[in-house]
Protein backbone atom coordinates (compact mmCIF):
# COMPACT_ATOMS: atom_id res chain seq x y z
CA UNK A 1 0.00 0.00 0.00
CA UNK A 2 1.32 3.49 -0.87
CA UNK A 3 2.45 5.75 2.15
CA UNK A 4 0.44 8.64 0.76
CA UNK A 5 0.43 11.16 -2.43
CA UNK A 6 3.34 13.30 -3.64
CA UNK A 7 2.57 15.70 -5.93
CA UNK A 8 4.66 17.73 -8.47
CA UNK A 9 4.54 20.32 -11.37
CA UNK A 10 6.49 22.32 -13.59
CA UNK A 11 5.96 25.23 -15.06
CA UNK A 12 3.12 25.34 -17.55
CA UNK A 13 5.73 25.96 -20.30
CA UNK A 14 4.76 29.04 -22.64
CA UNK A 15 4.95 27.24 -26.25
CA UNK A 16 6.33 30.37 -28.12
CA UNK A 17 9.52 28.49 -28.29
CA UNK A 18 11.01 24.62 -28.58
CA UNK A 19 12.54 23.47 -24.95
CA UNK A 20 15.99 24.33 -24.54
CA UNK A 21 18.33 23.77 -21.45
CA UNK A 22 17.03 25.62 -18.93
CA UNK A 23 13.69 24.52 -19.82
CA UNK A 24 14.42 20.62 -19.49
CA UNK A 25 16.64 21.61 -16.28
CA UNK A 26 13.26 22.06 -14.13
CA UNK A 27 11.64 19.05 -16.05
CA UNK A 28 14.35 16.54 -15.33
CA UNK A 29 14.41 17.33 -11.64
CA UNK A 30 10.64 17.08 -11.77
CA UNK A 31 10.62 13.66 -12.99
CA UNK A 32 13.93 13.07 -10.49
CA UNK A 33 11.63 13.49 -7.77
CA UNK A 34 8.35 12.14 -9.08
CA UNK A 35 11.29 8.52 -9.83
CA UNK A 36 12.35 8.84 -6.20
CA UNK A 37 9.64 9.52 -4.24
CA UNK A 38 7.55 6.31 -6.01
CA UNK A 39 10.53 3.98 -5.18
CA UNK A 40 10.32 5.33 -1.59
CA UNK A 41 6.21 4.41 -2.11
CA UNK A 42 4.38 7.34 -2.55
CA UNK A 43 1.32 7.46 -5.44
CA UNK A 44 2.82 10.30 -7.13
CA UNK A 45 1.42 12.49 -9.63
CA UNK A 46 3.48 14.69 -11.96
CA UNK A 47 2.25 17.51 -14.03
CA UNK A 48 3.43 19.42 -16.59
CA UNK A 49 2.12 21.23 -20.07
CA UNK A 50 1.87 23.98 -22.26
CA UNK A 51 0.83 27.76 -22.16
CA UNK A 52 -0.87 28.04 -25.83
CA UNK A 53 -3.00 31.37 -25.27
CA UNK A 54 -2.10 35.28 -25.12
CA UNK A 55 -1.90 38.27 -27.39
CA UNK A 56 1.61 36.77 -28.25
CA UNK A 57 0.65 33.18 -29.38
CA UNK A 58 -2.00 35.58 -31.31
CA UNK A 59 0.39 37.69 -33.07
CA UNK A 60 2.60 34.99 -33.97
CA UNK A 61 0.33 32.86 -35.81
CA UNK A 62 -0.70 35.78 -37.68
CA UNK A 63 2.88 36.28 -38.72
CA UNK A 64 2.95 32.68 -39.69
CA UNK A 65 -0.35 32.34 -41.87
CA UNK A 66 -1.88 29.78 -39.01
CA UNK A 67 -4.35 30.69 -36.87
CA UNK A 68 -4.08 30.32 -33.48
CA UNK A 69 -4.91 26.64 -32.47
CA UNK A 70 -3.07 25.52 -35.70
CA UNK A 71 -0.07 27.11 -34.88
CA UNK A 72 -0.17 25.92 -31.05
CA UNK A 73 -0.89 22.29 -32.94
CA UNK A 74 2.37 22.44 -34.84
CA UNK A 75 4.51 23.58 -31.52
CA UNK A 76 2.61 21.34 -28.56
CA UNK A 77 5.19 17.87 -30.15
CA UNK A 78 8.27 19.57 -29.47
CA UNK A 79 7.90 19.49 -26.35
CA UNK A 80 6.32 15.57 -25.53
CA UNK A 81 8.72 14.87 -28.00
CA UNK A 82 11.53 16.07 -25.63
CA UNK A 83 10.10 14.97 -22.73
CA UNK A 84 10.30 11.33 -23.98
CA UNK A 85 13.92 11.87 -25.34
CA UNK A 86 14.71 13.03 -21.40
CA UNK A 87 12.88 9.94 -20.17
CA UNK A 88 10.50 12.64 -18.62
CA UNK A 89 7.70 10.23 -16.92
CA UNK A 90 4.98 12.92 -16.25
CA UNK A 91 1.43 11.47 -15.51
CA UNK A 92 -0.63 14.45 -17.05
CA UNK A 93 0.41 17.11 -19.84
CA UNK A 94 -2.02 19.84 -19.79
CA UNK A 95 -2.50 22.02 -22.87
CA UNK A 96 -4.29 25.12 -21.79
CA UNK A 97 -6.44 24.88 -24.66
CA UNK A 98 -7.67 21.63 -24.22
CA UNK A 99 -11.52 21.64 -23.23
CA UNK A 100 -11.01 20.30 -19.84
CA UNK A 101 -8.57 23.23 -19.18
CA UNK A 102 -11.34 26.04 -19.97
CA UNK A 103 -13.97 24.07 -17.50
CA UNK A 104 -11.60 23.76 -15.05
CA UNK A 105 -10.23 27.49 -15.70
CA UNK A 106 -14.04 28.89 -15.82
CA UNK A 107 -15.05 27.04 -12.96
CA UNK A 108 -12.18 28.38 -10.70
CA UNK A 109 -12.67 32.57 -11.13
CA UNK A 110 -16.57 31.91 -11.79
CA UNK A 111 -16.31 31.08 -7.62
CA UNK A 112 -14.13 34.15 -7.27
CA UNK A 113 -16.48 36.38 -9.20
CA UNK A 114 -19.79 34.79 -7.37
CA UNK A 115 -17.62 35.50 -4.05
CA UNK A 116 -17.00 39.00 -4.82
CA UNK A 117 -13.07 38.87 -5.17
CA UNK A 118 -13.56 40.79 -8.81
CA UNK A 119 -14.56 43.95 -10.24
CA UNK A 120 -14.59 45.41 -13.77
CA UNK A 121 -12.47 48.76 -14.72
CA UNK A 122 -10.32 50.32 -17.13
CA UNK A 123 -6.74 49.58 -17.19
CA UNK A 124 -3.73 52.18 -17.28
CA UNK A 125 -0.09 51.25 -17.54
CA UNK A 126 2.23 49.35 -18.76
CA UNK A 127 2.12 46.33 -20.61
CA UNK A 128 5.37 43.57 -22.23
CA UNK A 129 3.70 41.53 -24.71
CA UNK A 130 6.61 38.95 -24.58
CA UNK A 131 5.90 38.94 -20.94
CA UNK A 132 2.30 38.85 -21.10
CA UNK A 133 2.81 40.70 -18.24
CA UNK A 134 1.82 44.00 -16.57
CA UNK A 135 4.66 46.13 -14.64
CA UNK A 136 4.47 49.38 -12.31
CA UNK A 137 6.40 52.24 -13.64
CA UNK A 138 9.14 51.34 -10.67
CA UNK A 139 10.05 48.11 -11.72
CA UNK A 140 10.54 49.37 -15.19
CA UNK A 141 14.57 49.68 -16.99
CA UNK A 142 15.52 52.17 -19.18
CA UNK A 143 17.38 51.16 -22.75
CA UNK A 144 20.35 53.14 -23.58
CA UNK A 145 17.72 55.10 -25.96
CA UNK A 146 16.09 56.15 -22.73
CA UNK A 147 12.82 54.13 -23.51
CA UNK A 148 11.14 51.87 -20.66
CA UNK A 149 11.55 48.09 -21.55
CA UNK A 150 10.57 45.19 -19.41
CA UNK A 151 12.91 44.07 -16.02
CA UNK A 152 12.89 40.62 -17.25
CA UNK A 153 13.08 40.08 -21.10
CA UNK A 154 14.08 44.08 -22.03
CA UNK A 155 11.96 44.07 -24.52
CA UNK A 156 10.04 47.87 -24.73
CA UNK A 157 6.67 47.74 -22.82
CA UNK A 158 4.11 50.17 -24.64
CA UNK A 159 2.05 51.86 -22.02
CA UNK A 160 -1.55 51.22 -22.47
CA UNK A 161 -4.65 53.55 -21.57
CA UNK A 162 -7.33 53.42 -24.06
CA UNK A 163 -10.19 52.90 -21.61
CA UNK A 164 -10.54 48.77 -22.08
CA UNK A 165 -11.84 47.42 -19.36
CA UNK A 166 -11.03 44.46 -17.94
CA UNK A 167 -12.10 42.38 -14.75
CA UNK A 168 -9.20 42.77 -12.01
CA UNK A 169 -8.57 40.31 -9.26
CA UNK A 170 -8.62 41.95 -5.31
CA UNK A 171 -4.38 41.24 -4.79
CA UNK A 172 -4.19 44.03 -2.57
CA UNK A 173 -6.42 42.84 -0.15
CA UNK A 174 -3.73 39.96 0.32
CA UNK A 175 -0.73 41.54 1.53
CA UNK A 176 -1.20 41.01 4.83
CA UNK A 177 -2.50 37.51 4.41
CA UNK A 178 0.15 36.52 2.52
CA UNK A 179 3.13 37.77 4.50
CA UNK A 180 1.62 35.76 7.66
CA UNK A 181 1.34 32.70 5.55
CA UNK A 182 5.03 33.16 4.69
CA UNK A 183 5.46 33.58 8.38
CA UNK A 184 3.78 30.51 9.23
CA UNK A 185 5.05 28.26 6.61
CA UNK A 186 8.78 28.88 6.27
CA UNK A 187 9.44 26.33 3.82
CA UNK A 188 6.88 27.17 1.22
CA UNK A 189 9.16 29.29 -0.57
CA UNK A 190 12.64 28.17 -0.89
CA UNK A 191 15.16 28.55 -1.14
CA UNK A 192 15.62 31.28 1.47
CA UNK A 193 17.09 33.87 -1.25
CA UNK A 194 13.78 33.34 -3.13
CA UNK A 195 11.56 33.90 0.40
CA UNK A 196 13.70 36.63 0.97
CA UNK A 197 12.96 38.48 -2.56
CA UNK A 198 9.18 37.53 -2.32
CA UNK A 199 8.74 39.18 0.97
CA UNK A 200 10.27 42.34 0.37
CA UNK A 201 7.80 42.60 -2.91
CA UNK A 202 4.78 41.84 -0.80
CA UNK A 203 5.98 44.62 2.10
CA UNK A 204 6.24 46.97 -0.75
CA UNK A 205 2.74 46.77 -1.35
CA UNK A 206 0.62 44.99 -3.67
CA UNK A 207 -1.44 45.98 -6.54
CA UNK A 208 -5.10 44.19 -7.83
CA UNK A 209 -4.62 41.97 -11.06
CA UNK A 210 -6.11 42.10 -14.48
CA UNK A 211 -7.04 39.00 -15.46
CA UNK A 212 -9.01 39.69 -18.41
CA UNK A 213 -8.66 41.38 -21.70
CA UNK A 214 -11.14 42.44 -24.58
CA UNK A 215 -8.79 43.66 -27.09
CA UNK A 216 -7.96 40.19 -28.59
CA UNK A 217 -9.78 37.23 -28.43
CA UNK A 218 -7.23 33.99 -27.87
CA UNK A 219 -8.04 32.71 -24.46
CA UNK A 220 -10.48 31.02 -22.39
CA UNK A 221 -13.97 33.24 -22.57
CA UNK A 222 -14.75 34.79 -19.87
CA UNK A 223 -18.25 32.92 -18.62
CA UNK A 224 -20.39 35.96 -16.89
CA UNK A 225 -18.83 38.74 -19.71
CA UNK A 226 -19.22 38.20 -23.22
CA UNK A 227 -16.26 39.40 -25.84
CA UNK A 228 -13.25 38.79 -22.62
CA UNK A 229 -11.18 36.12 -21.97
CA UNK A 230 -8.94 35.13 -19.47
CA UNK A 231 -5.43 36.50 -18.87
CA UNK A 232 -2.91 34.06 -19.82
CA UNK A 233 -1.44 33.90 -16.19
CA UNK A 234 -4.84 33.71 -14.85
CA UNK A 235 -5.47 30.66 -17.08
CA UNK A 236 -2.00 28.76 -16.86
CA UNK A 237 -1.98 28.55 -13.21
CA UNK A 238 -4.95 26.14 -12.75
CA UNK A 239 -3.39 23.76 -14.70
CA UNK A 240 -1.65 22.35 -11.78
CA UNK A 241 -5.43 21.85 -10.91
CA UNK A 242 -6.48 20.82 -14.05
CA UNK A 243 -3.77 17.70 -14.74
CA UNK A 244 -5.08 16.35 -10.78
CA UNK A 245 -9.01 16.65 -12.12
CA UNK A 246 -10.71 19.88 -10.85
CA UNK A 247 -13.26 21.05 -13.13
CA UNK A 248 -14.06 17.13 -14.02
CA UNK A 249 -17.03 15.37 -11.72
CA UNK A 250 -15.06 11.71 -12.82
CA UNK A 251 -11.93 12.78 -11.43
CA UNK A 252 -13.60 14.96 -8.52
CA UNK A 253 -12.23 12.44 -5.75
CA UNK A 254 -8.99 12.21 -7.33
CA UNK A 255 -8.61 15.55 -6.75
CA UNK A 256 -9.51 15.93 -3.17
CA UNK A 257 -7.43 13.32 -2.66
CA UNK A 258 -3.81 15.17 -4.12
CA UNK A 259 -4.41 18.33 -3.53
CA UNK A 260 -2.55 20.05 -2.12
CA UNK A 261 0.65 18.48 -3.86
CA UNK A 262 4.21 18.99 -2.39
CA UNK A 263 6.49 21.12 -5.17
CA UNK A 264 6.10 23.44 -7.82
CA UNK A 265 9.28 23.12 -9.62
CA UNK A 266 9.93 27.02 -11.04
CA UNK A 267 12.48 29.20 -12.40
CA UNK A 268 13.41 32.00 -10.18
CA UNK A 269 12.37 34.49 -12.69
CA UNK A 270 8.88 33.40 -12.38
CA UNK A 271 8.99 33.29 -8.62
CA UNK A 272 6.06 36.80 -8.36
CA UNK A 273 3.36 34.56 -10.32
CA UNK A 274 3.78 31.22 -8.16
CA UNK A 275 4.49 32.69 -4.29
CA UNK A 276 2.49 35.99 -4.45
CA UNK A 277 -0.30 35.73 -7.19
CA UNK A 278 -1.06 32.09 -7.04
CA UNK A 279 -1.25 31.99 -3.19
CA UNK A 280 -3.66 34.87 -3.07
CA UNK A 281 -5.73 33.05 -5.73
CA UNK A 282 -5.61 29.67 -3.64
CA UNK A 283 -6.70 31.96 -0.51
CA UNK A 284 -9.81 33.58 -2.17
CA UNK A 285 -11.06 30.30 -3.41
CA UNK A 286 -10.72 28.73 -0.07
CA UNK A 287 -8.34 26.10 -0.96
CA UNK A 288 -5.25 24.49 0.90
CA UNK A 289 -1.74 25.74 -0.25
CA UNK A 290 0.75 23.41 -2.07
CA UNK A 291 3.56 22.99 0.14
CA UNK A 292 6.87 24.26 -1.33
CA UNK A 293 7.67 26.25 -4.20
CA UNK A 294 11.12 26.12 -5.79
CA UNK A 295 12.37 28.70 -7.51
CA UNK A 296 16.31 27.24 -9.26
CA UNK A 297 18.59 29.27 -10.65
CA UNK A 298 19.68 29.78 -14.28
CA UNK A 299 21.54 27.87 -16.33
CA UNK A 300 24.78 30.30 -17.20
CA UNK A 301 27.53 29.57 -19.56
CA UNK A 302 30.86 32.13 -19.27
CA UNK A 303 28.73 34.36 -16.61
CA UNK A 304 25.71 34.91 -18.80
CA UNK A 305 22.31 33.10 -18.63
CA UNK A 306 22.09 30.68 -21.20
CA UNK A 307 19.48 32.11 -24.58
CA UNK A 308 19.18 31.64 -28.12
CA UNK A 309 19.54 34.94 -28.78
CA UNK A 310 22.55 35.61 -26.99
CA UNK A 311 24.29 32.44 -29.32
CA UNK A 312 24.95 31.02 -26.18
CA UNK A 313 22.70 28.08 -26.30
CA UNK A 314 21.90 24.16 -27.19
CA UNK A 315 18.97 22.27 -27.42
CA UNK A 316 18.71 19.37 -25.32
CA UNK A 317 18.76 16.65 -27.97
CA UNK A 318 22.60 18.38 -28.53
CA UNK A 319 23.93 16.97 -25.73
CA UNK A 320 22.06 13.99 -25.39
CA UNK A 321 23.96 12.93 -29.12
CA UNK A 322 27.04 13.41 -27.23
CA UNK A 323 26.55 12.25 -23.69
CA UNK A 324 23.65 9.77 -24.06
CA UNK A 325 19.90 10.79 -21.97
CA UNK A 326 21.11 9.01 -18.54
CA UNK A 327 24.36 11.21 -18.28
CA UNK A 328 22.77 14.22 -19.73
CA UNK A 329 20.41 13.58 -16.58
CA UNK A 330 23.17 13.07 -14.05
CA UNK A 331 25.22 15.81 -14.81
CA UNK A 332 22.63 18.62 -14.33
CA UNK A 333 20.66 16.97 -11.54
CA UNK A 334 24.64 15.93 -9.22
CA UNK A 335 26.77 19.11 -10.63
CA UNK A 336 24.54 22.35 -10.68
CA UNK A 337 23.23 22.79 -7.27
CA UNK A 338 19.53 23.09 -7.44
CA UNK A 339 18.27 26.51 -6.69
CA UNK A 340 21.17 28.69 -7.24
CA UNK A 341 22.68 29.90 -10.46
CA UNK A 342 24.72 27.12 -12.28
CA UNK A 343 27.95 27.49 -14.57
CA UNK A 344 28.02 24.77 -17.08
CA UNK A 345 30.62 23.92 -19.91
CA UNK A 346 31.56 21.03 -22.14
CA UNK A 347 34.64 20.30 -20.67
CA UNK A 348 32.60 20.01 -16.85
CA UNK A 349 30.52 17.94 -18.15
CA UNK A 350 32.90 16.12 -19.51
CA UNK A 351 35.20 15.37 -16.67
CA UNK A 352 32.04 14.43 -14.61
CA UNK A 353 30.95 12.25 -17.08
CA UNK A 354 34.48 10.25 -16.86
CA UNK A 355 35.09 10.81 -12.98
CA UNK A 356 31.78 10.38 -11.96
CA UNK A 357 30.35 7.63 -14.70
CA UNK A 358 33.13 6.17 -16.71
CA UNK A 359 35.75 5.92 -14.04
CA UNK A 360 33.82 5.22 -11.12
CA UNK A 361 30.34 3.46 -11.79
CA UNK A 362 30.73 2.40 -15.19
CA UNK A 363 34.07 0.69 -14.33
CA UNK A 364 32.96 -0.69 -11.35
CA UNK A 365 30.24 -2.62 -13.39
CA UNK A 366 32.68 -3.86 -15.89
CA UNK A 367 35.59 -5.09 -13.87
CA UNK A 368 33.22 -6.88 -11.19
CA UNK A 369 30.94 -8.60 -13.71
CA UNK A 370 33.88 -9.58 -15.47
CA UNK A 371 35.76 -10.65 -12.82
CA UNK A 372 32.70 -12.96 -11.61
CA UNK A 373 32.68 -14.70 -15.06
CA UNK A 374 36.09 -15.41 -15.16
CA UNK A 375 36.34 -16.54 -11.55
CA UNK A 376 32.92 -17.71 -10.94
CA UNK A 377 31.69 -18.84 -14.37
CA UNK A 378 29.03 -15.61 -14.46
CA UNK A 379 27.33 -16.50 -11.84
CA UNK A 380 26.57 -14.85 -8.19
CA UNK A 381 28.97 -16.31 -5.27
CA UNK A 382 27.32 -17.45 -2.39
CA UNK A 383 27.39 -14.71 0.26
CA UNK A 384 30.14 -14.51 3.01
CA UNK A 385 29.59 -15.28 6.68
CA UNK A 386 26.91 -12.95 8.34
CA UNK A 387 30.03 -11.98 11.17
CA UNK A 388 32.81 -11.25 7.97
CA UNK A 389 34.12 -7.53 7.97
CA UNK A 390 32.66 -5.46 5.10
CA UNK A 391 33.39 -1.84 4.91
CA UNK A 392 30.14 -2.01 2.02
CA UNK A 393 27.53 -3.00 4.00
CA UNK A 394 28.84 -0.15 6.50
CA UNK A 395 28.29 2.62 3.40
CA UNK A 396 24.82 0.88 2.44
CA UNK A 397 23.36 0.64 5.91
CA UNK A 398 22.91 4.32 6.34
CA UNK A 399 22.69 5.47 2.77
CA UNK A 400 18.82 5.16 2.70
CA UNK A 401 18.91 7.71 5.55
CA UNK A 402 21.59 10.01 3.78
CA UNK A 403 19.96 9.85 0.89
CA UNK A 404 16.11 10.24 2.01
CA UNK A 405 17.23 13.64 3.53
CA UNK A 406 18.94 15.20 0.73
CA UNK A 407 15.93 14.11 -1.71
CA UNK A 408 13.80 15.89 1.00
CA UNK A 409 15.58 18.89 0.84
CA UNK A 410 15.83 18.99 -3.30
CA UNK A 411 19.05 18.55 -2.96
CA UNK A 412 19.94 16.35 -5.53
CA UNK A 413 23.87 16.80 -5.53
CA UNK A 414 24.30 15.56 -1.50
CA UNK A 415 22.18 12.75 -2.67
CA UNK A 416 23.79 11.82 -5.86
CA UNK A 417 27.42 12.69 -3.74
CA UNK A 418 26.03 9.95 -1.14
CA UNK A 419 25.73 7.15 -3.78
CA UNK A 420 29.26 7.99 -5.31
CA UNK A 421 30.79 7.64 -1.76
CA UNK A 422 29.46 4.10 -1.49
CA UNK A 423 30.68 3.79 -5.22
CA UNK A 424 34.51 4.98 -4.52
CA UNK A 425 34.53 2.92 -1.68
CA UNK A 426 33.79 -0.50 -4.01
CA UNK A 427 36.34 0.30 -6.28
CA UNK A 428 39.05 0.52 -3.30
CA UNK A 429 37.59 -2.79 -1.89
CA UNK A 430 38.33 -4.53 -4.89
CA UNK A 431 42.17 -2.78 -5.13
CA UNK A 432 42.52 -3.94 -0.87
CA UNK A 433 40.94 -7.38 -1.94
CA UNK A 434 43.13 -8.16 -4.85
CA UNK A 435 40.31 -10.88 -5.86
CA UNK A 436 43.06 -11.55 -8.59
CA UNK A 437 45.47 -12.33 -5.88
CA UNK A 438 43.02 -14.46 -4.13
CA UNK A 439 42.28 -16.13 -7.25
CA UNK A 440 45.79 -17.81 -7.08
CA UNK A 441 45.08 -20.12 -4.01
CA UNK A 442 42.62 -22.16 -3.84
CA UNK A 443 42.67 -22.43 -0.01
CA UNK A 444 41.21 -18.89 -0.26
CA UNK A 445 37.91 -19.66 -2.46
CA UNK A 446 35.42 -18.77 0.16
CA UNK A 447 37.41 -15.36 0.91
CA UNK A 448 37.51 -14.66 -3.32
CA UNK A 449 33.30 -15.69 -3.18
CA UNK A 450 33.12 -13.14 -0.64
CA UNK A 451 34.38 -10.27 -2.10
CA UNK A 452 32.71 -10.32 -5.15
CA UNK A 453 29.10 -11.38 -3.77
CA UNK A 454 29.91 -8.21 -1.81
CA UNK A 455 30.94 -6.01 -5.02
CA UNK A 456 27.83 -7.48 -6.65
CA UNK A 457 25.64 -6.59 -3.56
CA UNK A 458 26.77 -3.27 -3.31
CA UNK A 459 26.68 -2.65 -7.55
CA UNK A 460 22.57 -3.39 -6.97
CA UNK A 461 22.03 -1.34 -4.39
CA UNK A 462 23.90 1.30 -5.98
CA UNK A 463 21.34 1.15 -9.14
CA UNK A 464 18.75 1.55 -7.31
CA UNK A 465 19.59 4.45 -5.79
CA UNK A 466 20.86 5.71 -9.11
CA UNK A 467 18.08 5.25 -10.61
CA UNK A 468 15.85 8.50 -10.37
CA UNK A 469 18.77 9.79 -12.42
CA UNK A 470 19.78 7.24 -14.38
CA UNK A 471 16.93 5.10 -15.06
CA UNK A 472 17.56 3.33 -18.22
CA UNK A 473 21.39 2.67 -17.01
CA UNK A 474 20.16 1.26 -13.50
CA UNK A 475 17.44 -0.88 -15.19
CA UNK A 476 20.32 -2.18 -17.74
CA UNK A 477 22.72 -2.61 -14.71
CA UNK A 478 19.54 -4.97 -12.87
CA UNK A 479 19.16 -7.11 -16.09
CA UNK A 480 22.59 -7.80 -16.43
CA UNK A 481 22.51 -8.98 -12.22
CA UNK A 482 19.48 -11.43 -13.70
CA UNK A 483 17.30 -9.20 -11.34
CA UNK A 484 13.77 -8.12 -12.14
CA UNK A 485 12.14 -4.75 -13.44
CA UNK A 486 13.32 -1.95 -11.32
CA UNK A 487 10.89 0.22 -12.26
CA UNK A 488 8.55 -2.48 -10.20
CA UNK A 489 10.41 -0.96 -6.67
CA UNK A 490 8.13 0.70 -4.58
CA UNK A 491 10.01 0.52 -0.76
CA UNK A 492 13.36 1.55 -1.81
CA UNK A 493 14.56 1.49 1.99
CA UNK A 494 13.90 -2.45 2.02
CA UNK A 495 14.83 -3.24 -1.74
CA UNK A 496 18.42 -1.81 -0.64
CA UNK A 497 18.91 -3.66 2.81
CA UNK A 498 21.59 -5.23 2.59
CA UNK A 499 21.82 -9.45 1.42
CA UNK A 500 19.22 -9.65 -1.07
CA UNK A 501 21.15 -10.47 -3.92
CA UNK A 502 20.83 -14.36 -4.84
CA UNK A 503 22.89 -16.71 -5.55
CA UNK A 504 23.69 -18.53 -8.62
CA UNK A 505 21.85 -16.08 -10.55
CA UNK A 506 23.54 -16.01 -14.17
CA UNK A 507 25.75 -12.60 -14.57
CA UNK A 508 26.58 -10.66 -18.00
CA UNK A 509 29.34 -8.53 -18.69
CA UNK A 510 28.27 -6.16 -21.60
CA UNK A 511 29.51 -3.37 -23.21
CA UNK A 512 31.25 -0.36 -21.21
CA UNK A 513 27.72 1.46 -19.91
CA UNK A 514 30.13 4.76 -19.82
CA UNK A 515 32.99 5.03 -22.53
CA UNK A 516 35.36 7.90 -21.92
CA UNK A 517 34.89 10.90 -23.71
CA UNK A 518 37.69 13.12 -24.90
CA UNK A 519 36.65 17.07 -24.58
CA UNK A 520 38.36 17.96 -27.82
CA UNK A 521 36.28 16.37 -29.84
CA UNK A 522 33.03 17.62 -28.80
CA UNK A 523 31.79 20.75 -29.91
CA UNK A 524 31.75 23.95 -27.68
CA UNK A 525 29.41 25.51 -25.06
Given at each position: ??K??????T?I???N?A??????????????I??????N????????????H?????????????T??A????????????????????????????????????????????????Y?S??????????E??????????????E???P????????????????F???????????????????F?????????????????L???????S??????????????????W?D??????T????????R?AE?????????????????R?????????????????????????????K???M??S???GLM?????K???????R?????D????HD???????M?????????????N?V?R??????????G?V???P???????L????D???AD??A??A???????????????????L?V?????????K?????DE?A??????L????????????????????????????????????????A???L???????V???????????????L
Amino acid sequence: MAKGTFGVTTPIYYINAAPHLGTAYTTVAADTITRYQRMNGYDVSFVTGTDEHGQKIAETAEKNAMTPQAWCDSLAPAFTDAWKTLDIDYTNFVRTTEDRQTRAVQKFWSALHDAGWLYKSAYEGWYCVHEETYYAESDLEKSDEGEFVCPDCKRPVRYEASGEENWFFKLSEFQDRLLAFYDEHPDFIRPITRRNEIVSFVKGGLNDLSISRSSFDWGIPVPWDEGHVFYVWADALIAYLTGIGYGDGEREAEFDGRWPIQYHFVGKDITRFHCVIWPAMLMAAGMPITHTVFGHGFLLTKGEKMSKSKGNGLMPADLVKVFGVDAYRYYFMSDVQFGHDGSISMERMVQVYNADLANTWGNLVSRVTNMTTKYFEGRVPEAPAAAAENPLREIADTLYADYDACMAEVDFTGAAAAVQKLASRVNLYVEESAPWALAKDPARADELAGVLYNCLEAIRIIALYLAPFMPNTSAEVFRRLGLGDIAEVTDIKEATAWGQLPASVAVEVGDPLFPRLDVDNLPEL
